[in-house]
């Protein structure tokens, strides 16, 4: 297998959303057509721009993935991909670059590029510090502050990555994304978003595609929950509970995936619990409410996992046990205790450790992984 992957340098009026719509038109519906091409993925470029000597202005509109270096060959001397090559260097004289995953740079003017293979099989797949590479990605992040959000926007910033932070304190967000930008050097951004109001929950998306050109990771993470016997919960109590763990968690997946599709693809992270996969007595707290909807949340991550796959898009759940944060605070001691008892390592989890598993459904390292969801509890569920 080769990857093909193709950037190019956009007129500087044009936002990236922009110019991937201009390459969507004509350009990419001809590519999937090619003979031999057996992959193709819309506006992502997975390469280091420092080591081919490119501008950070520069997207990257596309990979194509072929059989083999013949499939390749044809695919250049199509009068499809010699029209690409016009049409893109006839935008005010904006060039376009095609490169071979571990080849060459190859800069056009218009005109037959050539491509010099990589020298063996091995150097067609990328290696595995590479696949968490999260650079020139945007990541948006549903429930954007307190310990739990700010270890997983410092992750994902970590990797690369551009981070919205959304929810109803829109301070906190702000606060938070100052952080992010500073210490990371990616662009971080706050904005209010109230996930039981979808026209706000649109405004999100919208806002922070404008803004970036693209949404490539969506983390829900908002939530809530009422405590107390089941026999006493009101309607209310339970309605809330479910408007935010459930219909929230739906919405923000149905916004984001309608720009995911566009773009070719996306990563859906939806953050539920390990409450969703066991039940509790009296002694080990009483919040029938949000155990339900979490586990509710992970129905729906396997019913939107199926169907978007066809759109590329990987939809995942991650499943924190009990953490030393958030949730956990709000249990008396004597609970706290219960729990902690009945974890095979004796012990809460700390915020960061989720960060690996965040980093791995985040990245292409899980790239054949969807419908999953991802435990990370010391054993409480086992």
Not at 95 to 102: F, G, Q
Not at 186 to 213: A, I, P, W
Not at 326 to 331: E, R, V, Y
Request: proline content about 5%; some cysteine; glycine content about 10%.
């Amino acid at each position: 297998m080769i990857k093909f992957v193709v950037l190019a340098s956009r007129p500087s009026e044009w936002s990236k959303h922009q110019f991937l719509e201009w390459w969507r038109g004509p350009h990419a519906e001809a590519a999937k057509k090619l003979p031999g091409l057996i992959g193709y993925t819309h506006g992502k470029a997975e390469l280091d721009f420092d080591r081919y000597g490119l501008e950070p202005e520069w997207d990257g509109l596309a990979e194509l993935y072929f059989e083999d270096r013949d499939a390749l060959d044809l695919m250049l001397e199509s009068s499809e991909w010699k029209a690409a090559v016009k049409d893109t260097a006839n935008m005010g004289g904006k060039r376009i670059a095609l490169v071979m995953d571990e080849a060459d740079l190859l800069s056009a003017p218009p005109g037959k590029p050539t491509v010099t293979p990589p020298s063996s099989r091995l150097q067609s797949y990328p290696s595995v510090l590479n696949t968490f590479n999260l650079q020139n990605k945007t990541a948006l992040i549903v429930g954007g502050h307190g310990d739990m959000a700010s270890i997983m926007a410092h992750t994902l910033a970590d990797l690369g990555c551009n981070v919205v932070l959304a929810a109803r304190k829109e301070n906190l967000c702000e606060e938070l994304a100052g952080e992010i930008s500073e210490k990371h050097e990616v662009e971080s951004l706050g904005l209010h978003c109230d996930v039981t109001n979808k026209e706000k929950v649109r405004k999100t998306v919208k806002e922070t595609v404008d803004r970036f050109g693209s949404l490539d990771i969506l983390v829900n993470s908002a939530g809530t929950f009422w405590a107390g016997p089941p026999e006493d919960i009101s309607v209310d109590g339970w309605s809330k509970v479910v408007d935010v763990n459930l219909t929230g968690t739906f919405l923000c997946c149905q916004e984001a995936a309608k720009y995911m599709i566009e773009f070719g693809g996306g990563t859906i992270i939806n953050i539920t619990s390990s409450g969703g996969l066991m039940s509790f007595p009296p002694e080990g707290g009483e919040v029938v409410p949000y155990t339900t909807t979490k586990a509710a949340v992970i129905k729906l991550t396997k019913d939107l996992a199926v169907s978007w796959a066809q759109h590329g898009i990987r939809v995942n759940a991650l499943a924190p046990g009990s953490i030393d944060s958030g949730f956990t605070d709000s249990i008396d001691k004597q609970g706290q205790a219960w729990l902690r008892e009945r974890i095979p390592m004796r012990r809460f989890g700390r915020p960061e450790e989720l960060s690996g598993a965040l980093a791995f459904l985040a990245s292409d390292s899980s790239s054949f992984v969807t419908g999953h969801t991802l435990v990370v509890d010391g054993g409480q569920t086992t």
